[in-house]
């Protein structure tokens, strides 16, 4: 069983900058990606940004795309995400998520089969 656990998170004003971090307990080495999520208030959960476990290979949503930086700590489990130049459509609850699933379509919900509890970005003009 893999455990993600964020913190971070909290209140920024528009351009400022917040990061977030996902920590990954239980059987980590058998993680493929790690990943962030955001749902905001009515909206469907959307891909925001992952990284395969070597902490190589990355992927990002084309609204966060050269704004928010996702990198592991590979002595630590840790997966960090750096957000910059927030915007207030940026606010929304983020949460982690970690795939052992082969072939899964990694920009969906769907390719990941455990998720942390969240953490409040809210984003003010």
């Known amino acids: 069983q893999v455990q993600p656990v964020e913190s971070g998170g909290g209140l920024a004003q528009a351009g400022g900058s917040l990061r977030l971090s996902c920590a990954s307990s239980?059987?980590?080495?058998?993680?493929?990606?790690m990943g962030w999520f955001r749902q905001s208030s009515g909206k469907e959960r959307e891909f925001v940004a992952t990284i395969d476990w070597s902490g190589i290979g990355t992927r990002y949503a084309d609204s966060v795309k050269d704004r928010f930086t996702i990198f592991k700590d590979n002595g630590q489990n840790t997966v960090h995400l750096q957000m910059n130049d927030l915007k207030p459509e940026d606010t929304a609850v983020y949460y982690c998520?970690?795939?052992?699933?082969?072939?899964?379509?990694?920009?969906?919900?769907?390719?990941?089969?455990?998720w942390g509890q969240g953490t409040q970005v809210t984003v003010s003009s």
């Open positions: 998520a970690t795939s052992r699933l082969t072939g899964a379509d990694i920009t969906s919900p769907r390719g990941y089969d455990s």
């Open positions: 239980g059987r980590a080495a058998s993680v493929l990606f």
